[in-house]
């Protein structure tokens, strides 16, 4: 910290704070005073100033810390920023199959601080949506365990169900990021695999239970999802880069030009008033269904084993409706 942001004690006690809550193993008075320049006399008068602000603070064996479990943090947004929050949330709600009990509680939470009403009330009418959905508890549950894991840097052993797989087996990650699918209703795990010794990506719905571990690891410094995931066409990297060729026909050229559907993408016109997408993905199996919901406005041109998934599945579809 610089000598101009510790002369201000509300940007020392926001310092202070924010390094505890990302100690879940609590500091000591004399390493805070170190990192601040400050005595600790005025550290312990700064602790003292986090309780009474209503910062859930605890104290075990010479150390401090936070209790994320209670702990609430705040953020003031502008209008624009609260719009851009509401689009989120829309979103959020279309992605959503059941109902999670956090999700309907940030929100309303939300809805109760924003001063502007008409915004408030849509983000309200967001949570009640939501609220509506069944509930799986025991997905829930593993959410939890893993949000839980992620934030104290806690190994996660769990039964995992995969779609190949007969019965679960019992595996272990050291969770990297969590993340959610763009094209269905999924969250992720990704993480150092022991059993591998690699990373690798779980899909929480799959987890039949899960358990934190005594077990800590440190995240690599070089870990990068999101420059992980750019090839990829969801959350799957399939360990190989492979071009993608799309022809669509001009009823839909102008629906597919309007967006951005990968970094990669080339859209070149056609004669016939269609359009070519071309794209480098991380592979094509995920994809796959985003194709197919085109219908017979698209034709793949390549890879072939794409091109053969789907005209094997029109086949199968032409037979269907005989």
């Known amino acids: 910290m610089s000598d101009e942001r510790l002369a201000s004690k509300a940007a020392r006690l926001r310092w202070i704070e924010r390094k505890l809550y990302n100690n ?4 000591r008075v004399m390493d805070l005073a170190e ?31 936070i209790n994320r479990e209670d702990y609430l943090s705040t953020v003031r947004l502008n209008l624009n920023q609260t719009i851009s929050l509401f689009f989120a949330a829309r979103l959020l709600a279309h992605h959503s199959d059941e109902q999670n009990p956090h999700v309907v509680a940030a929100l309303e939470k939300i809805a109760a601080s924003l001063p502007d ?10 949570a009640a949506q939501i609220q509506l959905r069944p509930t799986r508890r025991e997905y829930i549950l593993v959410l939890e365990t893993f949000t839980r894991a992620w934030a104290d840097r806690r190994m996660v052993k769990f039964s995992y169900w ?10 272990t990650v050291a969770p990297y990021v969590l993340e959610v699918s763009r094209f269905e209703p999924a969250s992720y795990v990704i993480g150092h695999d022991p059993l591998r010794n690699a990373l690798r990506t779980f899909k929480l719905e799959r987890v039949q239970r899960a358990e934190i571990l005594d077990d800590e690891y440190v995240i690599p410094a070089d870990f990068d999802p999101y420059s ?34 990968h970094r990669s993408q080339e859209v070149t016109d056609l004669p016939d008033g269609g359009c070519e997408l071309s794209m480098k993905l991380a592979g094509t199996r995920e994809m796959r269904s985003w194709v197919l919901g085109w219908g017979a406005d698209v034709e793949v041109l390549a ?20």
Do not use: C
């Open 117 to 126: 009403e008409t915004i408030a009330k849509h983000l309200s009418n967001v």
């Open 303 to 322: 890879p072939a084993d794409l091109r053969a998934e789907v005209a094997e599945h029109a086949q199968r579809m032409v037979l269907q409706y005989q």
């Open 35 to 65: 990192a601040t320049g400050m005595d600790r006399r005025t550290i312990y008068r700064d602790l003292g100033a986090l309780e009474d602000m209503g910062v859930p603070m605890w104290q075990f064996e010479g150390k401090f810390g």
């Open 24 to 27: 879940p193993q609590g500091l």
């Open 162 to 171: 995969a779609s190949n797989r007969e019965e679960p087996e019992e595996r």
């Open 228 to 261: 992980m995931l750019a090839d990829s066409w969801g959350i799957m990297d399939e360990g190989n880069t492979v071009t993608v060729r799309l022809r669509f026909s001009a009823v839909v050229a102008r629906r597919v030009k309007e967006s951005t559907w």
